[in-house]
């Protein structure tokens, strides 16, 4: 029950969102996006108890190909139970950010608690909250949701037309990021079968929005969603064997030499006597 060191994964989350395009310098509203994300394992900086994953995203308008925004991970986590660990470089859009909790998948056999997720924008562990099982495309689901409040996470200098103020020349704003993200585990495996993610980034002046950055629902496409659950057969036919099926039927196996030997010995004891 180990994450394979050889690990690669693609996946698309797609939605209808608002965006700003930085180059027209206009707010772009309910427009079809795409979220490209791709995993691919460091089998040489990996161990036998440890994984390290590079991921990078980039989000884009389907329509026109505008890259509307770009991040990259790393990260080392253990290889059961998916807990992120000190190491390996670790770092978030280039920048070094020791993680801790879970990065990107639950433990095997995953429980139905919640579980400290790490959240990269703000850089901090934010619960997953276990909110109830479901079925997604017939397979069974946990289903946890992690909640991030609004939070100011940089700065932003833009024309006070843009911002719709009044007057010449820019104005300072704080960026504020929050975000509801929710993960459907198959618990067997660990591993999201369906991601969806709201997304709601904005420039805040004074308390009030005044410029809205991206913000919607990005979900995985059907094609995503088919893949994640087809990477997750072999776990759910193959560990409940290893995991209490083959364990019990050895116990029992055990059992029957046990009472053999026990037969064998005093019946060999009677011989012996007589």
């Known amino acids: 029950m180990k994450t394979p060191l050889d690990y690669y994964n693609a996946t698309v989350n797609t939605g209808e969102v608002t965006y700003f395009n930085i180059e027209d310098v206009e707010l772009v509203e309910d427009a079809d996006v795409e979220a490209h994300s791709t995993i691919r394992a460091d089998v040489a900086s990996s161990t036998d108890d440890v994984v390290v994953w590079d991921q990078f995203t980039w989000i884009k308008d389907a329509d026109t190909d505008f890259g509307i925004s770009s991040t990259n991970r790393r990260a080392g986590h253990d290889r059961v139970t998916g807990e992120l660990v000190d ?22 056999f995953a429980e139905q608690r919640d579980h400290d997720f790490f959240e990269t924008t703000v850089q901090e562990n934010v619960p997953m909250e276990f909110e109830g ?53 198959e618990p067997v495996s660990g591993s999201p079968i369906d991601i969806s993610e709201d ?55 055990g059992v029957g030499f046990i009472g053999v030997a026990i037969v064998l010995f005093v019946t060999g004891r009677r011989t012996e006597q007589h």
Not at 90 to 99: F, G, S
Not at 133 to 149: H, I, L, P, R, S
Not at 156 to 182: C, K, M, N, Q, W
Not at 201 to 208: L, Q
Request: net charge negative.
């Open 199 to 253: 997304h709601h980034r904005v420039v805040v002046v004074d308390g009030e929005e005044v410029l809205t950055l991206l913000s919607g629902e990005l979900r995985f496409d059907d094609a995503t969603r088919a893949t994640a659950i087809e990477k997750t057969e072999q776990a759910r036919t193959v560990l409940p064997l290893l995991h209490t099926t083959l364990p019990i039927g050895a116990l029992i196996v």
């Open 133 to 185: 099982v479901e079925e997604v495309d017939g397979v069974e689901a946990y289903k946890f949701v992690q909640t991030v409040e609004p939070t100011v996470v940089d700065e932003r200098e833009i024309p006070r037309s843009v911002a719709g103020l009044e007057g010449e020349g820019d104005v300072v704003g704080d960026e504020t990021f929050s975000i509801t993200r929710t993960y459907w585990i």
């Open 87 to 108: 190491c390996c470089d670790a770092m978030i859009n280039d920048e070094a950010v020791a993680q801790t909790g879970q990065g990107w998948k639950f433990p095997f």
